[in-house]
């Protein structure tokens, strides 16, 4: 019998780059999912929708691989990203928004939020042990992620708009 995880995460930051440029890069679905670690394939749905393949984990015939979709919105000038899930497309529900705010010029202020449900083929009693490494997994995926943007960021805030 499969279980579920239930997984949530919250981030605020700053960066030095102007909104505009910030707002580009995660408002641009492959662009923003191109910073995220261990993405097998990102396969576009139609419709600003798409579907997300992880990496497998796990050894032999116990691994876990995690697949979702969602649909993307957004809306430059009151400042967000958001995604909803789309059901029946892999083993999980990811739903969330980025909130992007104009410091000054050249500063600007990113808060992610996010959750979502993965459900997992194995034994529920499996749940006690694998729970908690598939949060932890999701957390450094999504501190990955971070960190990943915050230098592409600090790039963007550096070089001239072309």
Same mark, same amino acid.
């Given at each position: 019998?499969?279980?579920?995880?239930?997984?949530?995460?919250?981030?605020?930051?700053?960066?030095?780059?102007?909104?505009?440029?910030?707002?580009?890069?995660?408002?641009?679905?492959? @662009?923003?999912?191109?910073?995220?670690?261990?993405?097998? !394939?990102?396969?576009? $749905?139609?419709?600003? &929708?798409? /579907?997300? =393949?992880?990496?497998?984990?796990?050894?032999?015939?116990?691994?876990?691989?995690?697949?979702?979709?969602?649909?993307?919105?957004?809306?430059?000038?009151?400042?967000?990203?958001?995604?909803?899930?789309?059901?029946? @497309?892999?083993?999980?529900?990811?739903?969330?928004?980025? !909130?992007?705010?104009? $410091?000054?010029?050249? &500063?600007? /202020?990113? =808060?992610?939020?996010?959750?979502?449900?993965?459900?997992?083929?194995?034994?529920?009693?499996?749940?006690?042990?694998?729970?908690?490494?598939?949060?932890?997994?999701?957390?450094?995926?999504?501190?990955?992620?971070?960190?990943?943007?915050?230098?592409?960021?600090?790039?963007?805030?550096?070089?001239?708009?072309?």
């Amino acid at each position: 019998m499969a279980f579920t995880v239930s997984v949530d995460f919250q981030k605020k930051f700053d960066v030095k780059c102007p909104y505009d440029r910030v707002f580009d890069v995660l408002s641009n679905v492959p @662009e923003s999912v191109s910073h995220f670690p261990k993405v097998d !394939t990102l396969v576009d $749905l139609g419709g600003n &929708r798409y /579907r997300w =393949e992880m990496e497998k984990v796990g050894i032999d015939r116990f691994f876990v691989q995690t697949i979702y979709a969602c649909k993307y919105t957004s809306n430059r000038e009151k400042g967000w990203v958001k995604w909803t899930p789309i059901r029946g @497309e892999g083993n999980g529900l990811v739903e969330g928004k980025w !909130t992007i705010t104009a $410091l000054d010029e050249t &500063r600007t /202020r990113i =808060e992610l939020s996010t959750s979502g449900e993965l459900t997992v083929g194995l034994p529920s009693l499996s749940k006690i042990i694998l729970g908690p490494i598939v949060t932890r997994e999701f957390n450094g995926m999504v501190d990955t992620y971070v960190a990943n943007l915050v230098k592409t960021f600090t790039k963007l805030g550096k070089s001239k708009k072309k």
